[in-house]
């Protein structure tokens, strides 16, 4: 059974930061893609960062400078660090990971992040 559990969401005032994690299970993390989404009300789930399998990184306009995706293949984890944060990251930010052969998609069940006064 496959799970991707994410942590470290909360509230955090505007220039502020966090840190989420994602443990992955069941699957062979090395060989995923690992990504981060996230979904405000009303809009569409967006990529916020990737990292491969080789740990080569892409990032949002939005983020670029701002956050920081990493991958340790021992613990089976992907962070985000998020600093200088802003009201627009407020969002339920979600863990993904795929593979292209024999293309498998998984989803973590999202943590909320708000950033507000």
């Known amino acids: 059974q496959v799970q991707l559990v994410e942590s470290g969401g909360g509230l955090v005032q505007p220039g502020g930061s966090l840190r989420l994690s994602c443990v992955a299970s069941?699957?062979?993390?090395?060989?995923?893609?690992m990504g981060w989404y996230r979904q405000a009300p009303g809009n569409q789930r967006e990529l916020v960062a990737r990292i491969t399998s080789g740990a080569s990184t892409n990032y949002a306009d939005s983020v670029k400078g701002r956050f920081s995706i990493s991958r340790d293949n021992a613990k089976n984890t992907v962070w985000l660090q998020m600093n200088s944060l802003k009201s627009e990251d407020t969002a339920v930010y979600y863990c993904?990971?795929?593979?292209?052969?024999?293309?498998?998609?998984?989803w973590g069940q999202g943590t909320q992040v708000t950033v507000s006064s």
């Open positions: 069941g699957i062979i993390f090395r060989i995923y893609d």
């Open positions: 993904n990971a795929v593979r292209y052969t024999n293309p498998r998609d998984y």
